[in-house]
């Protein structure tokens, strides 16, 4: 709101016009006061619509997966990572959100965001300096005490304040701060993207590190079956049952299992230093005890394709750079019109010092110049319009609806990806929903030829060897299972991800 300059109430009692450098009255001030609400109505901007995208009513690999009303939910608000009952799993997502540095580089940018959104809207407010200036030519060079109290001065004394404010007639400052409260909410939508982003490559990882402990449980009941099938092939070769190769054999699977064995665990530890870089930690301080709990598999329900605009924080943050790409549109054109200024001073102004500070000395100033009225005594325009910028200005209107297209552009990309990737993970699901299904069913039929190769053992029917290779095929099958699970887990996860943190519900 532009400033209304009026007298001080200590007011001489005979009638005074105020300093001959003042600007206009006040009733013409208070016209254009007026004037300056009526004009700055006005924006050259075009009224934002969102980028048009046909959006789907149902997903296309829904297959069984329900689908549920939309709801509204805001950035990250949803602890997800609960559903899996996993306590090690959720106290170590609630680290990343404060301990990542990368969260943390994501939340100062946004802070900066906000800053410059703060800084642009200065501009709808006048900038105020206090002045003051005097100057005594000396009478004698060589000489060098003035006595400014009584001494005439060559110039003025002036100490004040001198104000200077721009009217936003065409609405290049409120644009200005609308194009920097969007970058903030794309900021912010930015620091939702990296923190969903890492939250769920911290599931995957330690999905994969649970699935590797399971794996070496495994492998080591492998290897100690392989160790009692070279213990077997050992002495029937002793006995002259066997050939050399077959003990070759027996000794080539227990190394082979063993490898196996050594690679996962160095697999889990670079998993785990991973996941200690995520929530914040130096990874020679950190670990996770090993656990043979097998995790929950979780069924999602996806809301309809339209909520994917609402809840997915990369979209957001693609809409609010496109709301702000438009918003420098109408900044561009506002180049091309007319720029009006005011400005105004308060403050006393004598030739002595002594008499700086009596009423009589008082001075005010309003009115259509910028900048220095007391202390600088040149005078600015009031109105400066462009009249030949060398095509400078259709330039910088070019460039920006240039950059408005970018911006849709890429909103539309980031839209088509996000459909993408849900469907993605949702037939992932599907498929692997059927390969869990059939492995378990693989492990279960391997488990029971085990069980009864181990009766037709007890019974003198079979020897302790195949005993052995019964046992080695069920933990093979066993091996298979807990990979096809894990892959779920993950797929799982990216589903979620995909669905920006957020669903209907969990089956």
């Known amino acids: 709101m ?210 590797d402990d399971e794996m070496v449980h495994v492998l080591n009941q492998q290897v100690a079956a392989y160790e009692r099938a070279l213990h077997i092939a050992q002495h029937r070769y002793q006995g002259g049952s066997v050939s050399e190769s077959a003990l070759d054999d027996a000794e080539s699977q227990l190394e082979a299992a063993r490898t196996v064995a050594a690679d996962i665990i160095a697999k889990r530890a670079t998993l785990e230093h991973a996941i200690a870089v995520i929530v914040g930690e130096i990874p020679e301080n950190f670990s996770i005890p090993v656990s043979h709990q097998a995790t929950k598999q979780i069924m999602i329900q996806p809301n309809l394709p339209s909520t994917l605009l609402e809840r997915r924080p990369d979209v957001a943050e693609a809409e ?45 100033s309003a009115g259509p110049t910028a900048g220095g009225a007391f202390i600088n005594p040149s005078v600015d325009p009031f109105i400066s319009q462009p009249l030949f910028e060398g095509g400078r200005l259709r330039a910088m209107s070019a460039k920006a609806r240039a950059h408005y297209e970018e911006t849709a552009s890429n909103y539309r990309q980031t839209v088509l990806t996000a459909y993408r990737q849900v469907e993605d993970q949702l037939v992932a699901l599907r498929q692997l929903d059927v390969e869990l299904h059939t492995q378990t069913a693989a492990v279960s039929a391997a488990n029971r030829a085990w069980q009864q190769a181990m009766y037709r053992y007890e019974g003198g029917v079979t020897t302790d060897l195949d005993v052995v290779v019964a046992e080695n095929q069920a933990l093979r099958v066993k091996l298979n299972a807990i990979q096809v699970k894990t892959r779920r887990m993950v797929a799982s996860v990216q589903l979620i991800k995909a669905l920006g943190g957020g669903w209907s519900g969990v089956k």
């Open 2 to 211: 532009m400033p209304v300059f009026k007298c001080n109430s200590v007011i001489p009692t005979k009638p005074r016009v105020c300093n001959t450098r003042a600007g206009m009255p006040i009733f013409k001030g208070c016209i254009l006061y007026l004037c300056i609400h009526l004009l700055s109505s006005c924006s050259l901007a075009p009224d934002y619509q969102r980028p048009a995208m046909m959006t789907p009513k149902t997903y296309k690999e829904t297959g069984t997966w329900v689908t549920a009303n939309p709801r509204a939910v805001a950035l990250g608000s949803v602890s997800w990572w609960t559903l899996y009952q996993d306590a090690m799993l959720t106290a170590l997502e609630e680290k990343v959100a404060r301990q990542n540095l990368d969260v943390r580089a994501a939340l100062a940018r946004y802070d900066g965001a906000r800053a410059d959104a703060v800084m642009a809207r200065a501009a709808y407010f006048p900038n105020l300096v206090s002045a003051f200036n005097a100057y005594k030519q000396s009478d004698n060079t060589g000489s060098s005490t003035t006595n400014l109290q009584t001494a005439h001065l060559t110039r003025p004394i002036f100490w004040g304040f001198d104000l200077a404010y721009e009217i936003d007639v065409w609405g290049k400052i409120r644009n200005s701060v609308k194009a920097a409260n969007d970058v903030a909410q794309a900021s912010l939508a930015d620091f939702a993207v990296v923190r969903l982003s890492l939250q769920a490559e911290l599931a995957v990882d330690y999905f994969a590190l649970r699935a």
């Open 320 to 364: 609010w750079l496109v709301q702000a790409a438009n918003a420098e549109i109408g900044i561009a054109r506002a180049a091309f019109f007319p720029a009006f200024n005011l400005s105004g001073a308060i403050g006393f102004e004598s030739s002595t010092l002594a008499n700086l500070l009596k009423s009589s000395s008082f001075v005010w």
